[in-house]
T-cell receptor, first 114, second 114 residues
Framework: GQQVMQIPQYQHVQEGEDFTTYCNSSTTLSNIQWYKQRPGGHPVFLIQLVKSGEVKKQKRLTFQFGEAKKNSSLHITATQTTDVGTYFCAGPGSGSGNTGKLIFGQGTTLQVKP | DAGVIQSPRHEVTEMGQEVTLRCKPISGHNSLFWYRQTMMRGLELLIYFNNNVPIDDSGMPEDRFSAKMPNASFSTLKIQPSEPRDSAVYFC????????????FGPGTRLLVL
């Protein structure tokens, strides 16, 4: 079945270092979404990418959608302790039509050492 | 505006008991999703509704699980009888309309079945 995979599973960085997580889909995606879940919290929507090769920035966060629309990345510049959490990518489920069903990756958990 | 509301926030029960989880989506949202999150399996979609109608329940683990959405402002997820392997965090999320829009998650219900 359709899969959305993320690497790495865990990442420990020193505060101020950069961080990148990668998302790969087994199928072409019409769009991809990114969510952040703080420890003990719930997933919170960050952004949606739709166009091939699209790049969007939110302050220190840069999101990219691959040219083939099968992969995506999230890059954080100069991490801070507030960036701690698990970052999920999610894509539309195949055969879901226009129903909004999402398939979530397993997430990348970021730890930041102060 | 209030976000997605879930109750209870925590539930501890004994194996064999019935468990009912409740969700109030964001007013005006037409799509509602139930997820289960565990360390082993990550974030899994159980069932989702569009305009109160169940669209896809293929993620429901087995017949012990059932979900209803009697109106646009209320949904329940019921487990009967509960088993220890059902212990997880259950999230409800809503989305403004059909289509690949952002999903807004509730705070979750942390269920422990002894």
């Amino acid at each position: 079945g359709q899969q959305v995979m993320q690497i790495p599973q865990y990442q420990h960085v020193q505060e101020g270092e950069d961080f990148t997580t990668y998302c790969n889909s087994s199928t072409t995606l019409s769009n991809i979404q990114w969510y952040k879940q703080r420890p003990g919290g719930h997933p919170v929507f960050l952004i949606q990418l739709v166009k091939s090769g699209e790049v969007k920035k939110q302050k220190r966060l840069t999101f990219q959608f691959g040219e083939a629309k099968k992969n995506s990345s999230l890059h954080i510049t100069a991490t801070q302790t507030t960036d701690v959490g698990t970052y999920f990518c999610a894509g539309p489920g195949s055969g879901s039509g226009n129903t909004g069903k999402l398939i979530f990756g397993q997430g990348t958990t970021l730890q930041v050492k102060p | 505006d209030a976000g997605v509301i879930q109750s209870p926030r925590h539930e501890v029960t004994e194996m064999g008991q019935e468990v009912t989880l409740r969700c109030k989506p964001i007013s005006g949202h037409n799509s509602l999703f139930w997820y289960r999150q565990t360390m082993m399996r990550g974030l899994e979609l159980l069932i989702y509704f569009n305009n109160n109608v169940p669209i896809d329940d293929s993620g429901m683990p087995e017949d012990r699980f059932s979900a209803k959405m009697p109106n646009a402002s209320f949904s329940t997820l019921k487990i009967q009888p509960s088993e220890p392997r059902d212990s997880a965090v259950y999230f409800c999320a809503s989305s403004p309309r059909r289509g690949w829009m952002a999903q807004y998650f509730g705070p979750g219900t942390r269920l422990l079945v002894l």
